[in-house]
């Protein structure tokens, strides 16, 4: 064998087996079909890449060595035209709990909508329907409900990091929560918008699984459901930031929502996700925010907030992080009303009894 014929050998193995590591997941996950066909189909490709790595390197092969890396890259082309072919969709049988992405628009020097007696006649609100405001019970037990709501731009105090760790301290969900004067808070999170009749999968999610969902929602909701309900670990941060640039991504979280609405795009696990979303807010707002494998592996994500100055509290992180977490206060106020339960998961948090401002 010449050093040259070696190389090109070398140079189909790798690229076989590489694809072959994309496509077979990729056809268990997508193609249609019931699981067992779909899975016994992703079998054979993944058997006929190593059938072709075989017969490349198999010296009493030299006729059919090519042939079949030919069909297999003929295969392979044939699977990118697929894979380019499937589409977000707008319009799926959507969870019940991801059936609305929230809608929103700021109304300058009107009257509250849906709280007329706020007294804000002068300043501009945002006015959001299909805000989340669920009752939890088990995790596939819950009592639907969504509301329109009215929030005062011109009293928005604070702005939070909540981080709620469901796969060892790794990997965590990311939400962003805005706090008012008038003590309510309205949490953001970045979601896959998962079909009636699908499971989260974290593999899938790389796989053109789940379309994103951008929801907003009541604390009470989308914080106990992750603490209470489903037993995660959740931690919360008092983040500094300028009043103006937390109403700027308040608007962009509903400006990313409208944006999925019309123009839906595919979630993936790790570079489409609740916190990479949130970071690419984030510097359309300000300039040199870093890359850093923190963003990735989210559950280290509060450090690099720290890391840039940006949390409202100076101690070390370290400490931070022990008093951050909300497990046992969420627990205590399990039975309150939103206002309350708001309230009582950020006494003792370091830094969230002052504004972010």
């Not at 694809?19 to 054979?44: D, M, Y």
């Not at 700021?106 to 804000?120: A, C, L, M, R, W």
């Not at 929560?177 to 499971?199: P, W």
């Not at 489903?230 to 700027?248: A, F, I, K, T």
Request: proline letters at 5%; one cysteine or more; glycine letters at 6%.
């Amino acid at each position: 064998m010449s050093l040259v014929s070696g190389i090109v050998r070398a140079a189909l193995s790798i690229t076989m087996l590489g694809a072959a590591t994309w496509l077979t997941p990729a056809l268990w996950f997508r193609l249609p079909g019931p699981e067992v066909l779909r899975i016994g189909i992703a079998v054979l490709v993944g058997t006929l890449a190593l059938l072709c790595v075989v017969a490349l390197w198999w010296p009493q092969a030299s006729t059919l060595r090519w042939r079949l890396a030919g069909s297999y890259l003929m295969l392979l082309v044939a699977s990118l035209a697929w894979w380019h072919s499937i589409a977000p969709q707008a319009d799926r049988d959507w969870a019940e709990e991801v059936a609305h992405l929230v809608e929103g628009r700021v109304i300058e020097g009107q009257e509250s909508q849906t709280q007329p007696d706020v007294g804000h006649s002068r300043g501009a609100v945002l006015h959001l329907d299909h805000v989340r405001d669920f009752e939890w019970h088990t995790p596939e037990d819950f009592t639907p409900h969504w509301e329109s709501r009215d929030y005062p731009l011109d009293e928005l105090t604070s702005v939070d990091l909540l981080t709620s760790h469901w796969m060892g301290p790794q990997i965590a969900h990311t939400l962003v929560s805005f706090g008012f004067a008038d003590g309510r808070y309205l949490a953001f999170s970045v979601e896959i918008r998962k079909e009636s009749t699908e499971v989260f999968s974290t593999l899938g999610g790389m796989f053109k699984q789940y379309e994103l969902a951008v929801i907003a929602a009541d604390e009470r909701d989308i914080v106990r459901v992750r603490s209470n309900v489903r037993g995660e670990e959740v931690h919360l941060y008092r983040v500094q930031m300028p009043q103006e640039m937390m109403r700027e991504l308040l608007l962009a979280y509903v400006d990313e929502a409208e944006t999925l609405r019309t123009q839906p795009r595919f979630y993936n696990t790790a570079f489409s996700n609740c916190t990479t979303l949130v970071y690419a807010m984030m510097t359309r707002l300000t300039d040199g925010l870093p890359l850093d494998y923190r963003l990735l592996l989210s559950g280290y994500l509060p450090e690099y907030v720290a890391d840039q100055g940006a949390l409202s509290d100076t101690a070390p992180f370290a400490e931070l992080k022990a008093r951050s977490l909300i497990n046992p206060a969420a627990l205590a106020a399990d039975q309150q009303p939103d206002g309350d339960f708001s309230r009582l998961i950020r006494e003792g948090i370091p830094g969230a009894d002052r504004p972010s401002f």
